[in-house]
């Protein structure tokens, strides 16, 4: 082909517009066709001509006239459908005739030693350092890789985990025991660290785990051999509170020295990560009080029931008296050493179905609850009280009650006001049955639930009543009896 004919020089660009313009016909497409592939004289022209489109482009390009509303949405054609498709074949024919020259470039440089490849082992997952073993009503948070969370699910090191409602309970491998509630957020970096971002956790540590730390923003917790609870608050503040042991509190200063504060037994510090300073505190373990009841064996309790976390002083609280209010008091985990006959319910619902009893044998182990009512004025109390493990009976009378103080209460507590006349729920007198129209106004206690581990009851009255409700317990729950604790009383 001659490209220096005027003639066939328009006629090529006659071909290309008419494809352009999708004119074109099967013949002169295929005729086109020919010459881009066969003739270079024919594809400098072509090359030419999509240069000069792409000058007049972008200097159209800087142009931003205001477009008119009614042709804002019409079809694209004619111009505009030529301009398109300028670009698109300018891109192709530029490759053809770019990629050979590229080609020979690095066909004609000399060979480059490649380096051997570096070979890097798989570190692998890393470890599983805590499983989940108990959920009371979690709610997981977005954090979770899961929606939900099966009790036996293991975490790895690094893991976030963030609770939104309920309670939960993690065991570490080193064996300590974190029990979280509430809006928590929290990491285990390895079996003897935890970060805790925000929230409410308490731990148990063995012997085994001593020297556990809980870091937090601007210090972090120790343990010495110890429970204690840590909260986290939405400044980035935290207290540790010490329920038994020894804890120390640690921050750390930007010259490098290090503040510490140790704490024994009911002693508290505040850590402000903005000053990073650590002070002292009122010790308040009702802070914590729905860990530790989970602690210790509660499920879950209704509005109208308080957890006491402490042991009591007096076995009649007179500091624990609230209108609507029942409370919760766990005593000790003791073995039966004879035989015990307690109620499998209380209430006089029938006079011809007496409340039934039943003996628990020798041997067996219970957990002990006293329950204690004392509103001061009249009133009426109905509520529940969940338990992890089944409700081995109750005990409801005087002498019952008598009887068990000497198993199942702390040493702590004083038993001077231990024979307080009708400190028991008081029995109705037969006649008072028989004429009562209404026999649910009278106390009741009634065990429910598919594995008997929920406690219903009905109290009505304006003087102290209390009850043991005693729970079976596994052998791992025993407590030494009036055992030394590691810390200052």
């Given at each position: 082909m001659d490209g220096r004919n005027p003639q066939t020089r328009e006629s090529t660009l006659a071909l290309i517009e008419a494809m352009l313009c999708g004119e074109i016909t099967p013949e002169d497409q295929q005729r086109?066709?020919?010459?881009?592939?066969?003739?270079?004289?024919?594809?400098?022209?072509?090359?030419?001509?999509?240069?000069?489109?792409?000058?007049?482009?972008?200097?159209?390009?800087?142009a931003q006239p205001v477009p008119e509303p009614n042709l804002m949405h019409r079809p694209v054609g004619g111009a505009a459908l030529r301009t398109a498709a300028w670009m698109l074949v300018a891109t192709a024919v530029s490759a053809l005739l770019i990629v050979p020259a590229i080609v020979r470039f690095f066909a004609t440089q000399p060979a480059q030693p490649q380096a051997a490849p570096q070979i890097v082992a798989d570190a692998g997952p890393l470890p599983l350092v805590a499983t989940l073993v108990a959920e009371?009503?979690?709610?997981?948070?977005?954090?979770?890789?899961?929606?939900?969370?099966?009790?036996?699910?293991?975490?790895?090191?690094?893991?976030?985990?963030?609770?939104?409602?309920?309670?939960?309970?993690?065991?570490?491998?080193?064996?300590?025991?974190?029990?979280i509630s509430g809006e928590t957020l929290l990491s285990f970096d390895g079996g003897q660290n935890c970060f805790l971002d925000s929230?409410?956790?308490?731990?148990?540590?063995?012997?085994?785990?001593?020297?556990?730390?809980?870091?937090?923003?601007?210090?972090?917790?120790?343990?010495?051999?110890?429970?204690?609870?840590?909260?986290?608050?939405?400044?980035?503040?935290?207290?540790?509170?010490?329920?038994?042991?020894?804890?120390?509190?640690?921050?750390?200063?930007?010259?490098?020295?290090?503040?510490?504060?140790?704490?024994?037994?009911h002693h508290a510090a505040t850590l402000n990560p903005h000053t990073r300073s650590l002070s002292l505190t009122r010790f308040d373990v009702n802070?914590?009080?729905?860990?530790?009841?989970?602690?210790?064996?509660?499920?879950?309790?209704?509005?109208?029931?308080?957890?006491?976390?402490?042991?009591?002083?007096?076995?009649?609280?007179?500091?624990?008296?609230?209108?609507?209010?029942?409370?919760?008091?766990?005593?000790?985990?003791?073995?039966?050493?004879?035989?015990?006959?307690?109620?499998?319910?209380?209430?006089?619902?029938?006079?011809?179905?007496?409340?039934?009893?039943?003996?628990?044998?020798?041997?067996?182990?219970?957990?002990?609850?006293?329950?204690?009512?004392?509103?001061?004025?009249?009133?009426?109390v109905d509520g529940e009280i969940t338990f992890q493990m089944p409700i081995a009976g109750l005990v409801a009378d005087g002498p019952g009650l008598l009887a068990t103080d000497a198993v199942f209460v702390h040493s702590e507590t004083s038993l001077a006001d231990a024979d307080r006349p009708l400190r028991a729920i008081e029995t109705p007198s037969a006649a008072a049955i028989a004429g009562n129209g209404d026999l649910s106004t009278f106390d009741r206690l009634r065990v429910s639930g598919p594995d008997g581990k929920t406690l219903?009851?009905?109290?009505?009255?304006?003087?102290?009543?209390?009850?043991?409700?005693?729970v079976h317990a596994d052998p791992e729950s025993l407590e030494p009896a009036n055992g030394p604790d590691n810390g200052e009383k």
């Open positions: 086109l066709n020919d010459l881009l592939k066969n003739d270079d004289t024919a594809r400098l022209i072509f090359v030419e001509h999509m240069d000069l489109q792409a000058e007049v482009l972008r200097l159209a390009g800087r009371f009503d979690a709610t997981w948070g977005e954090v979770m890789d899961l929606p939900s969370l099966p009790v036996g699910t293991e975490m790895r090191a690094g893991d976030w985990i963030e609770l939104e409602a309920g309670a939960a309970v993690l065991e570490l491998r080193s064996g300590v025991r974190c029990v929230g409410l956790a308490t731990f148990e540590v063995p012997p085994q785990a001593i020297g556990f730390e809980v870091t937090t923003h601007g210090g972090k917790f120790v343990d010495r051999g110890t429970e204690f609870g840590v909260a986290v608050g939405v400044m980035g503040e935290s207290e540790v509170h010490v329920f038994k042991g020894l804890v120390d509190a640690q921050t750390d200063f930007a010259d490098g020295n290090v503040q510490t504060l140790r704490l024994s037994r802070t914590f009080a729905v860990p530790i009841a989970i602690s210790e064996g509660v499920s879950r309790i209704s509005p109208t029931v308080r957890f006491v976390p402490e042991p009591l002083a007096e076995i009649i609280p007179h500091e624990l008296q609230e209108f609507g209010r029942v409370f919760l008091c766990p005593e000790q985990t003791e073995v039966l050493e004879q035989e015990l006959v307690v109620y499998e319910r209380f209430d006089f619902l029938a006079t011809d179905a007496p409340t039934p009893r039943r003996p628990l044998p020798a041997g067996t182990r219970l957990k002990s609850y006293l329950v204690h009512f004392s509103p001061g004025r009249d009133s009426t219903s009851f009905h109290l009505k009255g304006s003087q102290v009543d209390q009850f043991r409700v005693l």
